[in-house]
């Protein structure tokens, strides 16, 4: 047999299976019987990409099996080969939409099954600055469980996602391996159709970052090309369904490698044999030119992104350093080069292995840094960086910031002999790694002493943080004499600018104005650029000819003008990573906010899923805009439409995250107390009768104000 009958017969059969399921599916529910999958956005993720068709029914679902065999030519040639893989995949996903029907929760841990679209959008960042270089997908059966564990473990050493589909499953699981999203060990599903929820994952990243047009398989495919970085891991005996899956993947140009060396062909870059399991991740990384970012720490555990979303249990730990109990502290000090002596380390009060098991002890750590280039201003840049440094350490794990920190060290990692001085050290080894253009010298300083911990608290750290809070409510867009473009989310979405004010951080909520300046003061050639603000046009609007000026040239031209102050004349484009989104409420001359987090519906009858599947893709929506979550206490959030008064509805977890905030900004633009109150959430209505009948009661502004539209 030929490869390529190889993946006619796999087609064949899956979409004899796919057939005889649906039929039975129609006999037991009817035609009308609805199928979805949970929590997307976009019907039948990989048909509706793929052909731009949305399915809803049982009925629809055959009609669309129709479609897919028209894919089905058999003539023996490349491109028939890739058509068969592609509708092996799509056959796939409606066996595997058929499992979901009638409300079933077919996959129960530690399968995850199909992934929300909401877990794209979050990998949105880590994938483009390469946090998360490359997703992984396994399947089939290792030789031996130690070589699946050690294969799953060298691509999660490397930060890279790792889907897991079929028996490599139950290897790791007898091995005792951990996994989960928070780890990035996802397993998928047992059965070979379960690969589809990563190809999902592939294809509506292209819709909801790229805006690709779905339907355009071409453009699609150019997508997944370019700019997913997957590659799929098979292991032998591969059968032709299989075979025809990967063919598949390579069509959406993910490279295959596998350990089969019987009735296979090797495809060069595509089709890869390697005998040896052991090198599986460097054949992966190579044939999908994946550079991992090596940050060589000398400690006695593993340091890595992947150990990022780790927690720790209280049974597990060793010790506990608890800032809201006692008083801990993060801190960045500026000094001059002759008080820093470079790489020095200093402890006051005992080490680790002086505290009682399972304790709650105090912790601060000063670090020192001093550089030609460093300003202040850098200070808290750094500073938050803490969380992630100490998060991916083995076993760690951080939370908060500044005097409100927590840190748990787990057992098994105090046992591997990690003491403070490996704290500092990763403290140390990243700030240089990664500040090296502006930090030449930089010393960590440890405190565990109670006393003295209590002490520099209150003398150092507190008016420290004082100083800083007070530069940072001074930064307004009107005070400083540049803003910030952002461009890296260019990655995924080609046309997208982000321009970054004091008073309006990027959609993602990671790039303050202040991180910009850092940003491009690190990397003059890097993703922000200064952008002048000197030819204003329209002060209310935020509309300016640099301003434009600067989108027209990142954008490449997709983009002409952009006001910073509006979200109906030409509002900013959105990426698909925004942590909220909000959009008009028509009935109440309001704008509703909802996030990333919360599923549920909102009042405009659309969930966030939906919401943000309309906007996003680097295109300009007026009426509706992504945005991250500091931006709705601005002073600066739509204020062209009359700012934050217009906010009518926020998921209620929102609304008190952002409370104190937007009651005091509403507090000084309007003189009204407790604005919050006044702004409905899920408890309150999710429809606009409803809605409109709370803010009547409560005498919501918005409701005298201007139509919006
Ligand atoms: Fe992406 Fe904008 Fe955040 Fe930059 S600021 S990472 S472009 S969302
Ligand atoms: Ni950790
Ligand atoms: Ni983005």
């Excluded at 020095?344 to 505290?355: A, V």
């Excluded at 990142?554 to 003008?561: I, T």
């Amino acid at each position: 047999m030929t490869l390529f009958d190889r993946v006619f017969s796999g087609n064949d059969a899956v979409y004899g299976l796919t057939e005889a399921a649906i039929d039975n599916a129609i006999a037991q529910y009817g035609a009308d019987q609805a199928v979805s999958f949970p929590h997307t956005a976009y019907s039948l993720p990989c048909y509706y990409a793929v052909t731009g068709t949305k399915v809803a029914n049982l009925g629809e679902l055959k009609e669309a099996l129709g479609v897919v065999k028209t894919l089905m030519t058999r003539e023996q040639k490349l491109n028939d080969a890739f058509m068969s893989g592609v509708a092996t995949a799509l056959c796939a996903e409606f066996i595997e939409v058929l499992k979901y029907i009638n409300g079933a929760e077919p996959y129960a841990e530690p399968y995850y099954g199909h992934l929300a679209d909401a877990i794209i959008r979050e990998l949105g960042v880590p994938l483009v600055t390469g946090d998360i270089p490359g997703v992984a997908v396994i399947l089939g059966k290792a030789p031996s469980n130690e070589e699946a564990v050690e294969l799953v473990k060298s691509y999660q050493a490397q930060g890279i996602l790792v889907t897991l589909v079929g028996d490599v499953i139950d290897q790791c699981v007898e091995a005792g391996l951990k996994m989960g999203y928070a780890l990035r060990i996802v397993p998928l599903g047992k059965d070979v159709t379960s690969v589809i929820h990563v190809v999902s994952v592939a294809l509506r990243a292209a819709l909801i970052f790229g805006n690709v047009t779905p339907g355009d398989a071409g453009a699609l495919m150019k997508y997944t090309m370019d700019r997913v970085p997957a590659f799929v891991n098979a292991f032998k005996p591969l059968d032709d369904v299989v075979v025809a899956c990967g063919a598949g993947a390579i069509a959406l140009g993910f490279p295959v490698v596998t350990n089969e060396t019987e009735n296979i062909f090797r495809v060069p870059k595509s089709l890869i044999v390697q005998e040896d399991v052991s090198k599986f991740n460097a054949t992966s990384l190579e044939a999908r030119d994946i550079k991992i970012k090596i940050t060589k720490i000398d400690i006695p555990v593993s340091f890595a992104s992947a150990f990022e979303g780790e927690i720790i249990r209280k049974g597990d730990m060793q010790v506990e350093f608890d800032g809201s109990r006692k008083d801990c502290f993060e801190l960045v000090c500026t000094k001059d080069a002759s008080e820093v002596e470079d790489h020095k380390f200093t402890l006051i009060g005992p080490d680790f292995d002086q505290m009682e098991v399972g304790s709650k002890q105090q912790i601060a750590y000063i670090v020192d840094v001093a550089g030609k280039n460093m300003q202040s201003d850098f200070e808290p840049v750094f500073e938050r960086k803490f969380h992630s440094y100490v998060n991916c350490v083995e076993g760690v794990m951080h939370t908060g910031q500044r005097d409100m920190i927590r840190i748990r060290i787990s057992k098994s990692t105090f046992e591997a002999g990690f003491r403070a001085k490996d704290l500092a050290e990763v403290l140390y080894a990243n700030i240089k790694n990664e500040f090296d253009a502006v930090v030449d010298k930089c010393a960590v300083t440890i405190v565990t002493d109670e006393a003295e911990c209590t002490k520099l608290r209150h003398e150092l750290a507190i008016p420290a943080y004082d100083r800083r809070d007070e530069r940072l409510t001074s930064l307004t867009d009107e005070s400083v004499p540049v803003y910030y473009s952002c461009i890296m989310c260019q990655a995924f979405s080609p046309s997208h600018v982000c321009v970054v004010t004091p008073e309006r951080l990027g959609l993602c909520g990671a790039v303050s104005w202040l991180d910009a300046k850092a940003t491009n003061e690190l990397d003059p050639q890097g993703p922000c650029q200064v952008i002048t603000k000197e030819r204003v046009i329209d002060e209310n609007l935020g509309r300016y000819e640099d301003v434009d000026e600067a989108v027209a040239k990142f954008s490449q031209g997709a983009l002409e003008h952009v006001t910073l102050y509006s979200i109906m004349e030409d509002p900013m484009t959105s990426c698909g990573c925004f942590e909220c989104i909000c959009g008009i409420e028509p009935f109440s001359n309001g704008v509703i906010i909802t996030n990333r987090e919360y599923t549920g519906m909102t009042p405009l009858g659309m969930t966030f899923g939906e919401l943000a599947s309309m906007t996003g893709g680097g295109v300009q929506t007026p009426g509706f805009m992504g945005h991250g979550k500091h931006f709705i206490s601005s002073k600066k959030f739509m204020k062209a439409e009359g700012g934050i008064e217009r906010i009518v509805w926020m998921p209620k977890e929102l609304k008190e995250q952002v409370a104190e905030r937007v009651n005091k900004t509403a507090q000084e633009l309007y003189g009204i107390e407790n604005f919050c109150d006044m702004i409905g959430d899920e408890t309150i209505a999710t429809d606009p009768e409803a809605l409109l009948e709370f803010l009547t009661e409560k005498g919501h502004p918005a409701l005298g104000m201007d139509p919006m539209m």
